[in-house]
């Protein structure tokens, strides 16, 4: 099973399907920005606002710090993510925890600024659930695949 990862601005993106079940019963679509130099993946704090989550009653992780900013991590409890394969089917995984990045400003204008940093999907991600990253950017071709070889 493949699932495709596409080239935009120089930046390796992927959707999915993301459904936060304890939280809310709508599935969202999110655009994930792959970064296998994270050790986190998250949900982006305008994501996560766009889908309503109560983030003030989620429990903290701990700070860390993105893109220039402070944030707070944040713990989702019981998350699906899925995706469309290359072969035309859908795989989802199921997350014990997910995290959101909740931006420390005190200014409006940083908080619009924190809002455009997108949600991140990382190299957590990938040894949890078994997967492999191949990326070719010369023929711009990149996909997870979970067969162990790449191929």
Known sequence: ?????KFLKDELHVHASFNAQGYHGKVQLIDFVVDTGTSISMISYGDAVRMNLPISNLHS???SAIAGFEIDVRILKDVR?????????F????LNEFFV???LVKKP???EKAKQIPSL???DFLRSNNLSFFCNPGKELAYFDD?????
Request: aromatic share 6%.
């Open 1 to 5: 099973m493949k699932i495709p990862v």
């Open 61 to 63: 992780r701990e700070p």
């Open 81 to 89: 993510l899925g995706f469309i394969t290359a072969e035309g089917g």
């Open 91 to 94: 795989k989802r995984f199921d």
């Open 101 to 103: 990045m909740t931006p």
């Open 109 to 111: 204008l940083d908080l």
């Open 121 to 123: 999907l990382g190299l």
């Open 147 to 151: 067969s162990g070889t790449g191929k």
